[in-house]
């Protein structure tokens, strides 16, 4: 299928929910409305908003500090993922001794970890950050910790036959393998990294746009969530295509599903 074809698809899906919210909202069905306003809004109420909020320049400073937020939860994160992930899969006694311990931390609820945050590092950027942090590496850590446990026995014994160093298992056999397995997870962490600093802003700050949907939530403004919630999906997905550019950059090498064919 081509990229053309692909991406009219994906708007057709679009365009169909947003008809049948803004139909199912607003026109009564058998008698009666299906998804009452006042609880779902409509589509034309959250546009609205989203074109006042740019309109008024308001979103702008929002937007900014939730950026800068997940952008550094997302490089610390996958930074420290990978290099702690390379570190156990290839030190298996140590990978051993704290498994017990990675697994406990990782299984903290992370909205309970919000407010511990907030105490130690107050309600600036930092605890924002913080929980973000929680939420990325813990899913590059183990992606990039399989990519290279599970590199093939005869790959590496034909570089080591052949003369490789370490360091040139680690550079041609190695990271490539775990190339595969991280991107699979930076996809993944980008959403968290976002979740974590708007739920972070959500529970304690005076911006952001996690910030903007709590203010909405609290005075019934569901056209005000919704608007936020649509504005923070658009934010990711703009993430995540540039790491999809950066994807395409550093894997050449991967065939594509096309390479395959006749």
Known sequence: MSRPTLFALQVLVAVVC????QVLSTVPVFGKILLPPFFFSNPLDVFSQIVKWFASGVIWKHLGITLAESILAFVIGSLGGVLVGFWFARQPIVAAVFDPYVKMVNALPRVVLAPIFALWLGLGIWSKVALGVTLVFFIVFFNVYQGV?????TVLDNGRMLGMSE??????????????????????????????????????????????????????????????????????ILIDYGVT????????WRPTASDGRG
């Open 167 to 236: 360091r040139q298992l680690m550079q041609h056999v190695y990271w490539p393998s775990a190339l595969s397995w991280m991107f699979s997870s930076l996809h993944t962490s980008v959403g968290f990294a976002v979740v974590g600093a708007v739920v972070g802003e959500y529970l304690g700050s005076a911006a952001g746009l996690g910030y903007l949907i709590q203010q909405a939530e609290g005075v019934f403004d569901v056209a005000g969530v919704f608007a936020g919630m649509f504005v923070l999906s658009a934010f990711v």
């Open 245 to 252: 550019l950066v994807e395409r950059r550093l894997l050449v």
């Open 18 to 21: 947003i008809v049948l919210w």
């Open 149 to 153: 446990k599970e590199v093939s026995r």
